[in-house]
């Protein structure tokens, strides 16, 4: 059974930061290229970074750019999200996918998904 767990989320002040993290099971963590997406009530879920399966390749909606980074760490099948200068609008649930070898900005793609981790930025 794959497992994509995410935590670190949280209330944070406007400006503030958070680090998430998302661990996987199940998977050969490797393999897969991971995303970060997120959904705030009443919207879609929209794609915000994703990173190759090796590491070598980051992508950013142009919301976050400049403001987060997304990173992995294949020995410890995680993968992470910095959020830096955090605005009231980035306020959602934020979840984690795995998208074998890829790393795409389409959630179609994804193979699978975590369950979410609530952020919310106060103003």
């Known amino acids: 059974q794959v497992q994509l767990v995410e935590s670190g989320g949280g209330l944070v002040q406007a400006g503030g930061s958070l680090r998430l993290s998302c661990a996987a099971s199940g998977l050969t963590f490797s393999r897969y290229g991971m995303g970060w997406f997120r959904q705030a009530p009443g919207k879609e879920r929209e794609f915000v970074a994703a990173?190759?399966?090796?590491?070598?390749?980051?992508y950013y909606a142009d919301s976050v750019k400049g403001r987060f980074t997304i990173s992995r760490d294949n020995a410890k099948n995680t993968v992470y999200l910095q959020l830096n200068s955090l605005k009231p609008e980035d306020t959602a649930v934020y979840y984690c996918?795995?998208?074998?070898?890829?790393?795409?900005?389409?959630?179609?793609?994804?193979?699978?998904w975590g369950q979410g981790t609530q952020v919310t930025v106060s103003s």
């Open positions: 996918a795995a998208d074998l070898y890829l790393a795409t900005m389409d959630k179609s793609q994804y193979d699978y």
């Open positions: 990173i190759s399966w090796k590491g070598g390749s980051t």
